[in-house]
């Protein structure tokens, strides 16, 4: 080929320019549809997208597709406070909510108006949440406070009015309050405390402790010999067992509370591990069977 004139290379490149920045501008519009934070007509934050709700939801690997959609939307509005834990369990509150979504048959605004009024009671007054908390951060979270904002957004959406629109008729309104008294606010106290961000962090200590039978006394040092209990005696142990119940306390809401989310979150690592051995078992078979297949392919060459 003739060498290219001036004109004809900067025709090439201004083309390969113009071809780059329609692929960003693709990007970023793809990027936009699903994970943007847009808004209803009744001016409700959208938090989660028709993407997650359309796309997501349906696929095999719904859980991990939205943990990951989350920690996008979370990166996107500077929520940089939430650890692992927080995401798992946004997560798993998503998924019942969309259950549920399937349950009462909502689809199209339904679906996503149903789907983002949880997830904003959900995060309602969290400081962790930052931006994408509804009307911004006034006060500290509570349970009243999410019921609350729960039946205005749910009022705001099942009347017709300045300000509102009817998505939810009349009859699926009380299959949708009993699902956020029984699904969310009858366990906020453990959600609470699980998002708590001065939680102490986690540590597991395992301490064996085996217990040596005592050695055999020998009857030639004449050991063997029954106690003599006397009344001093007997007094004497009443009286403890009766310190030790005087000193014994029913525990803590707290404390109850501390055992629940620890066997939580052992029972998420415990199966965490199980996985992670799983894939380890998995990619050792795979290299074994390359190894085999390129030795294989090294003997056949040698002949």
Known sequence: MPPKNKKEEEAAR?????RKR????????????????????????LPISQYIINEVFQQEDASNL????????LERNHCEKLRD??????????????????????????????INMMFLVYINQHEKFGKLVEGGLTRGKSIQGDRKLFQQLLSQHSTDGQGCHKVFMAKQLQ?????IEKGYLSHWLLL????????????????????????????????????????????????EMEEQEIEYHEP????????VIMNAIQDKLSLAQQELETRLKDRQVEIESKLQEMAAALTKKKK
């Open 85 to 114: 834990i927080d995401i798992e369990i946004a997560g798993e509150q998503l998924i019942n909510d969309f259950n549920a979504c399937q349950d009462f048959g909502f689809n199209g605004d339904q679906a996503l108006i149903f």
């Open 22 to 45: 329609q692929i960003e501008e693709q990007l970023r519009q793809e990027e936009e549809r699903k994970y943007g934070c847009g808004r209803y007509r009744t001016n409700m934050g």
């Open 66 to 73: 939205i943990k990951e959609y989350l920690c996008k939307i």
């Open 252 to 259: 803590t809401d707290e404390e109850l509370l501390d055992s």
């Open 14 to 18: 201004l083309a390969e320019e113009e």
């Open 192 to 239: 609470h405390q699980a998002h708590s961000h001065n939680q102490r962090p986690l540590e597991i200590q395992v301490d064996l402790q085996i217990e040596l039978p005592l050695p055999q006394p020998s009857l030639e040092d004449h050991t063997y010999y029954k106690p003599i209990v006397n009344d001093d005696t007997q007094s004497f142990k009443k009286t």
């Open 175 to 179: 299959p949708i309050i009993e699902y």
